[in-house]
């Protein structure tokens, strides 16, 4: 991804040690008590709507595809525009049937679905803002989801949500710092932007995350025409 990429600040972190401390670092203390929303929740979320032929945008380290129950040889593709993401989490599903593919779920998705599942999962929180721009990222996933599949995920909302003092310090300074764009995101804005590709949403607030699901695409998905 191109330096002066909008989007490019909030990927450019996943290098090789980070990929590598993930899981026990953003997936144990913070995720438990900055966010207040612990891992189980995301094996369980993913438990519940993940299907073979799996869309994963921005599959982080693979943990969760990792966990989610998928018989051995399902087809998943990842998708994310760091090759160091996609090189670790090729490596780690090597029970799966993985297809990786560089690119930015800003942008029409070079793949051509239709997929049972998708998940942007830790991933609009990342994106530059505002939740406007986002709205055209869960576009672009909901034209290559097949239309009985499932589109869910989480994010960290902004300054709207219950965040502890902790949760508020880790929110500013991974702001300011570009990793995250999401001081604005609400709940109410995050349901938004999946009702315009979405006929079905569902939305819960754990912690200082939202997580949701959407089914049911619609026409006024394509956002990025």
């Known amino acids: 991804m191109d330096r002066n990429d909008p989007a490019y600040r909030g990927q450019s972190d996943y290098n090789e040690l980070l ?22 929740e995301g094996i369980r979320m993913y438990r519940q709507h993940i299907r073979p032929n799996h869309l994963d945008v921005g599959p982080g380290t693979g943990y969760f595809i990792e966990h989610a129950g998928l018989p051995a040889g399902s087809r998943v593709t990842v998708l994310d525009p760091n090759p160091n993401v996609l090189r670790h989490v090729t490596r780690r599903l090597h029970d799966l049937e993985v297809t990786a593919v560089e690119a930015d779920v800003l942008k029409p998705l070079p793949v051509a679905g239709p ?10 929180h990342c994106l530059p803002g505002p939740l406007e721009r986002k709205a055209v990222a ?15 995920g989480a994010t960290v909302l902004g ?11 880790f929110l500013t300074a991974f702001n300011r710092r570009g990793a995250f764009d999401n001081l604005d995101d609400t709940e109410e804005g995050i349901a938004e932007i999946l009702r315009r590709s979405f ?12 997580i949701f699901a959407a089914t049911e695409t619609s026409l006024s998905g394509s956002l990025n025409t």
């Open 199 to 210: 006929r079905n949403v569902t939305i819960e607030t754990v912690g200082g995350l939202a």
């Open 115 to 124: 997929f049972d599942s998708a998940a942007m999962n830790a991933v609009l």
């Open 19 to 40: 990929l590598r401390l993930y899981d026990p670092l953003v997936l144990g203390p913070i995720s438990r008590y900055v966010w207040r929303c612990p891992a189980e």
């Open 159 to 169: 300054r709207s949500a219950r965040h502890t003092r902790m949760g508020r310090a």
């Open 138 to 152: 869960v576009a672009n996933v909901a034209n290559v989801l097949a239309p009985r599949g499932t589109f869910f």
